[in-house]
């Protein structure tokens, strides 16, 4: 992967969406509370781009009874996709850039008023250690950014193309079971960072946006999240 053209921006996008994630959602951030349902709170800035709404989107969630390895993993591979991506219309992998990085493009399920979108980014997994607080558990990262691909130019076809960087960040947390008794999934728990920034690219109405957000980002995070605790529930745990 260090020889491919992409690599540089990669490693410094993912390097910086880790450390935009663990930033907190208190003072001055301009962040606000607009939904919450359990243990999941999601935030917003509001935020536009000559003239389009590109509210910035941090989500906090904690998972019981699976890793972020797991979590991320499936956020990462496209098989699980169609899965718990209701919005997805059509999906193909581009390029495989390495076991670890791939490229997609996605055509989404258009939205009324709005013409329908497609997104094509790279995509790239990483395990990174705690290097401030060694003996804490492993975080993994799945970061999503919007890319250019000749054979593939924005606004060709049908699609008005979006620009999106996303990360998901994940940490695992075990309770020590009793002396000598194996770690069971009721052990394990898991915190989530979400972050997204979507430009929709062509122009959609203000209210239209901040509507489909409103009711898009929550649905999407607990369908994710329950399909992942789905998946894995019968499986060995993957640490
Ligand atoms: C008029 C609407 C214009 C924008 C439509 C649009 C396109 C892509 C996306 C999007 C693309 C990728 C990701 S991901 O996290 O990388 C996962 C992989 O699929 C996430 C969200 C979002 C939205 C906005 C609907 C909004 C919305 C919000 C959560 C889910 C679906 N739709």
Not at 16 to 44: C, I, K, P, S, T
Not at 62 to 84: A, D, L, M, Q
Not at 197 to 225: C, D, H, I, Q, S
Request: charged residues 25%.
């Amino acid at each position: 992967a260090a020889k491919h053209r992409l690599w540089p921006e990669i490693d410094k996008v993912s390097t910086e969406q880790l450390h935009y994630a663990r930033l907190g959602v208190g003072g001055a951030g301009g962040w606000q509370l607009f939904a919450e349902d359990g243990d999941m709170r999601m935030y917003r800035r509001e935020e536009e781009a000559d003239g389009l709404v590109v509210d910035p989107l941090k989500a906090c969630h904690v998972v019981k009874g699976v890793t972020g390895h797991e979590v991320c993993n499936i956020f990462y591979s496209p098989e699980y996709r169609s899965g718990w991506e209701a919005t997805l219309e059509d999906m193909t992998v581009v390029e495989k850039i390495s076991d670890d990085t791939l490229v997609f493009l996605q055509t989404h399920k258009r939205i009324w008023p709005a013409s329908q979108r497609d997104a094509l980014f790279w995509s790239h997994i990483r395990r990174v250690s705690d290097d401030q607080d060694p003996d804490a558990h492993d975080l993994w990262i799945v970061c999503n950014h919007s890319t250019e691909y000749t054979e593939h130019p924005p606004n060709a076809g049908k699609c008005v193309r979006v620009y999106l960087t996303v990360c998901l960040v994940c940490q695992t947390f075990i309770d020590p079971p009793k002396e000598g008794s194996e770690i069971t999934r009721d052990d394990i728990t898991c915190k989530i960072t979400y972050c997204s920034v979507v430009n929709p690219g062509g122009w959609a109405p203000a209210a239209v946006l901040r509507a489909v957000y409103k009711r898009e980002y929550p649905k999407f995070l607990k369908r994710f999240t329950s399909y992942c605790i789905d998946q894995c529930k019968d499986k060995p745990i993957l640490f």
